[in-house]
């Protein structure tokens, strides 16, 4: 079947504009993750969801950074106000539920440029 | 809280010979441990994981890890390297407590030379 898909594969921006980032999830999986991985690093964790709801927003860096998952399904990572320092390939992974032995799927990622 | 130490930051072999990328973790408790490979302008692919079933496991593409809770390791191993098998290897850990987040080591960069 199909896997986890993001939209857009590219994104440039310039400093201080706003950028959505689109995450399409595998049919039936209940659980999203949003990693962020800047160059030459291992993804980091920004925020999890179960369901609808954000279950860990622990990672996020600050307050210009939000994502919703209003339907339980398709998540909107939203960047205001963006930073040079918001450049990094931004992915997405989702599980089919809360096992520790569910494996989570990783989507191609959105990499972001903000000029 | 959980962490993932990967000692190399490259490691370099000829083709055929085997492959040994080296993984410490620490975890506050029993954690999920897996093997992710990505290569260049690819997705993450997941090799192999461990869940708490035998210590070693073995995973796609003739890699094979194994579980030692006493050294806090996690050790991928491959007996005899292939060209395909140059990319950037992540070891990770979860814990159901943290809702299952992945934390990533470092990565590894593996370059196979012929």
């Known amino acids: 079947g199909a896997g986890v898909s993001q939209t857009p594969s590219n994104k440039v921006t310039e400093k201080g504009k706003y950028v959505e980032l689109r995450c399409d999830p595998i049919?039936?999986?209940?659980?999203l993750y949003w990693y962020r991985q800047s160059l030459g690093q291992g993804p980091e964790f920004l925020i999890y969801f179960q369901g609808t709801g954000a279950a860990d927003d622990s990672g996020l860096p600050n307050d210009r950074f939000f994502a919703v998952r209003p339907e339980g399904s398709v998540s909107t990572l939203k960047i205001q106000r963006t930073e040079r320092g918001d450049s990094a390939v931004y992915l997405c992974a989702t599980k089919r539920g809360q096992g520790k032995s569910d494996t989570q799927y990783f989507g191609p990622g959105t990499r972001l440029t903000v000029l | 809280a959980q962490s993932v130490t990967q000692l190399d930051s490259h490691v370099s072999v000829s083709e055929g010979t085997p492959v040994l990328l080296r993984c410490n973790y620490s975890?506050?408790?029993?954690?999920?441990l897996f093997w992710y490979v990505q290569h260049p302008n690819k997705g993450l692919q997941l090799l192999l994981k461990y869940t708490s079933a035998a210590t070693l496991v073995k995973g796609i593409n003739g890699f094979e890890a194994e579980f030692k809770k006493s050294e806090t390791s996690f050790h991928l191993t491959k007996p005899s390297a292939h060209m395909s098998d140059a990319a950037e290897y992540f070891c990770v850990v979860s814990e159901p407590a943290a809702g299952n987040k992945l934390t990533f080591g470092g990565g590894t960069r593996v370059l196979v030379k012929p």
């Open positions: 975890s506050s408790y029993s954690p999920s």
């Open positions: 049919s039936g999986h209940t659980a």
